[in-house]
């Protein structure tokens, strides 16, 4: 496979890592992008491979709840993306977000796929007939990238960070205050499962493999190895588990003993940020309002 110059700039870009580094961990794994990051952790190379999964494109995230008044109603939590961040905050285009969300709590698409055909309420438009005018007025594409609804016999709790980010946690026990300040850590300190019961074990073991090769290097004995491997994973398992984690209100507790206090529990969580996983379009706007004045680009140098 060719390593192109776009792929190089991706590895880098994931990592912090040198162009040189990059080129050569992807020749050495033919291309795979997800393996060289791999290979660039065991070795120390990567600087930030955690940041694989940092925000990517423009749009909004949206909590919309039905209206009939309780903690538990049913809640819809959708992102809709757009090309830029001026966009995002067009009163037009989070008009059509809500609208949106609003058909999804009313018709209760089983998939992504239906939304197209999906009626919004109130108009005799279709969701897709909807998104296509938008984009011709604000000449950008648009797209509706995905949902999550919840109802729930326990209380949920939501919150929003601006735009870019939001949580909805259902929560067992204690009060609606609690349910809110466990969305908000939610949302800033990223937890990818409950507990370590729901991790999967072969990330574990991917990890244990990552920890050793880089505690390898060190020239120390096997058991020593073996003790600083178990700590390291012991520390990653805090860090990503919700109830292992420092509540962020109150740093000197963790969230499963802030729990235990209040006699409650988490029942799960789903968490939203804007541009996920997604590429981001680079722009140049130097070289594109030079081009609209028919000038050229000043030449890049390094």
């Known amino acids: 496979m060719q390593i192109t110059a776009a792929l190089v700039k991706e590895l880098r870009q994931r990592t912090g890592a040198g ?3 990059c080129k050569r961990a992807l020749t050495e794994t033919a291309g795979d992008i997800e393996a060289a990051i791999e290979a660039m952790r065991k070795t120390g190379v990567a600087k930030a491979a955690g940041k694989a999964g940092r925000i990517a494109a423009e749009g909004m995230i949206l909590i919309k709840q039905g209206a009939d008044g309780s903690d538990n109603r049913d809640t819809v939590m959708l992102e809709v993306n757009c090309e830029t961040d001026f966009v995002a905050r067009d009163e037009h285009f989070a008009a059509f977000a809500d609208a949106v969300a609003a058909a999804v709590l009313a018709q209760n698409p089983a998939e992504p796929t239906d939304w197209a055909n999906l009626p919004l309420p109130g108009s005799e438009q279709s969701v897709e007939q909807a998104r296509l005018e938008l984009v011709a007025k604000l000449g950008e594409n648009i797209g509706i990238r995905r949902f999550a609804r919840r109802t729930s016999e326990h209380t949920l709790g939501l ?3 601006g735009i870019r980010i939001g949580v909805i946690v259902e929560v067992a026990g204690g009060d609606a205050a609690l349910a809110r300040d466990l969305a908000m850590h939610i949302a800033a300190a990223r937890p990818l499962y409950i507990s370590e019961a729901e991790v999967p074990p072969e990330l574990l073991e991917k990890e244990r493999e990552i920890y050793r090769a880089q505690a390898a290097q060190s020239d120390k004995p096997p058991e020593i190895i073996e003790k600083m491997v178990a700590g390291r994973l012991k520390k990653y398992l805090k860090e990503i588990t919700l109830l292992g984690q420092p509540f962020v209100k109150e740093p000197e507790q963790n969230v499963a003993k802030l729990l235990q206090a209040n006699r409650a529990s988490v029942k799960g969580f789903v968490r939203f940020e804007v541009g996920e996983g997604l ?4 722009d140049n706007f130097a070289a594109e309002v ?3 004045a028919g000038l ?7």
């Open 290 to 292: 030079m081009a609209q």
């Open 296 to 302: 050229s680009p000043a030449p890049e140098h390094e």
């Open 159 to 161: 919150y929003s960070h």
């Open 279 to 282: 590429e981001k379009k680079a």
């Open 19 to 21: 162009m040189m580094d």
